[in-house]
């Protein structure tokens, strides 16, 4: 997930105020990363906010939230944290209805209210400190040995057992940031069950049928979309999440069967 001065002015008409938010930043860097744009005439973008905002109507969202097309033949959709969700217009070249839409940015909407991005990039955050904590750690070595020559023994020993300190304690940090990464990396198909979950739910309370994401993603399976998204997440194989969706529709459907409020 560098170009920025060009994107934050064309993106600016776009959507203005969202650009404080961590979400709008990652976009726009994930964006940058691969040469892709908002494309802000795509006359589809109006029909994608109309859903997009349907869903979340009910969440009394913190940030407000961006629904925008990305100028793409991939199929893609995702979500880079609360309040920003894209899709590309690969995907919407797929001619979806209303309720497939609704379906897949409820599946992205579900992301953003769950914080998996946030809680899935910690890990990286916190390396990324690790690492500038480790090149002050060897600045200060450096500076050390060069003052070895003015300095009393006492205190150029003192100062090398608080350097060896300090380094011990880089050293366990790192471990633990390590591991929390790998669990991230275990976690990742049950965050996207869950949104698969709670996203058909969503659309079901905008007033679309919940089927929307299984038609969805069967289409994109025929169309052969299943590569790493934009932010470099790869979704569980569509078959796997097909064969989920259908169990978890007939449950639904056994404890309430569908009646759909009306559409706003």
Same mark, same amino acid.
């Given at each position: 997930m560098k170009p920025w001065l060009v994107l934050v002015c064309l993106l600016t008409p776009v959507c203005a105020h969202a650009q404080p938010w961590p979400a709008w930043n990652r976009l726009l860097q994930a964006l940058a990363a691969q040469h892709l744009e908002i494309s802000g005439a795509d006359p589809r973008r109006a029909r994608i906010e109309t859903i997009g905002k349907a869903l979340i109507a009910r969440q009394n969202p913190r940030p407000p939230w /961006?629904?925008?097309?990305?100028?793409?033949?991939?199929?893609?959709?995702?979500?880079? &944290?609360? &309040?920003?969700?894209?899709?590309?217009? &690969?995907?919407?070249?797929?001619?979806? /209805? /209303? /309720?497939?839409l609704a379906g897949i940015l409820g599946h992205e909407v579900a992301h953003g209210i769950m914080r998996h991005v946030e809680t899935n990039q910690q890990p990286q955050m916190l390396m990324e400190q690790a690492r500038k904590d480790q090149q002050t750690a060897l600045e200060q070595v450096d500076q050390l040995e060069r003052e070895r020559e003015r300095l009393a023994s006492e205190e150029f020993q003192r100062r090398q057992q608080e350097l060896a300190k300090q380094a011990l304690e880089l050293k366990e940090r790192i471990a633990i940031i390590q591991a929390s990464a790998r669990k991230v990396e275990l976690n990742l198909r049950a965050q996207e069950a869950d949104a698969d979950s709670v996203g058909l739910q969503l659309a079901r309370l905008a007033g679309y049928r919940e089927e929307g994401l299984l038609t969805a993603l069967a289409k994109i399976q025929e169309a052969g979309g299943s590569s790493p998204n934009l932010a470099g997440y790869r979704h569980p194989p569509i078959a796997y999440r097909l064969g989920r969706l259908r169990q978890l529709l007939q449950i639904l459907h056994k404890l309430s069967p569908p009646d759909l409020p009306a559409r706003p």
């Amino acid at each position: 997930m560098k170009p920025w001065l060009v994107l934050v002015c064309l993106l600016t008409p776009v959507c203005a105020h969202a650009q404080p938010w961590p979400a709008w930043n990652r976009l726009l860097q994930a964006l940058a990363a691969q040469h892709l744009e908002i494309s802000g005439a795509d006359p589809r973008r109006a029909r994608i906010e109309t859903i997009g905002k349907a869903l979340i109507a009910r969440q009394n969202p913190r940030p407000p939230w /961006d629904f925008v097309v990305v100028a793409s033949p991939k199929i893609d959709a995702g979500c880079c &944290g609360e &309040g920003a969700v894209y899709v590309t217009s &690969g995907l919407l070249d797929l001619h979806l /209805d /209303d /309720d497939e839409l609704a379906g897949i940015l409820g599946h992205e909407v579900a992301h953003g209210i769950m914080r998996h991005v946030e809680t899935n990039q910690q890990p990286q955050m916190l390396m990324e400190q690790a690492r500038k904590d480790q090149q002050t750690a060897l600045e200060q070595v450096d500076q050390l040995e060069r003052e070895r020559e003015r300095l009393a023994s006492e205190e150029f020993q003192r100062r090398q057992q608080e350097l060896a300190k300090q380094a011990l304690e880089l050293k366990e940090r790192i471990a633990i940031i390590q591991a929390s990464a790998r669990k991230v990396e275990l976690n990742l198909r049950a965050q996207e069950a869950d949104a698969d979950s709670v996203g058909l739910q969503l659309a079901r309370l905008a007033g679309y049928r919940e089927e929307g994401l299984l038609t969805a993603l069967a289409k994109i399976q025929e169309a052969g979309g299943s590569s790493p998204n934009l932010a470099g997440y790869r979704h569980p194989p569509i078959a796997y999440r097909l064969g989920r969706l259908r169990q978890l529709l007939q449950i639904l459907h056994k404890l309430s069967p569908p009646d759909l409020p009306a559409r706003p």
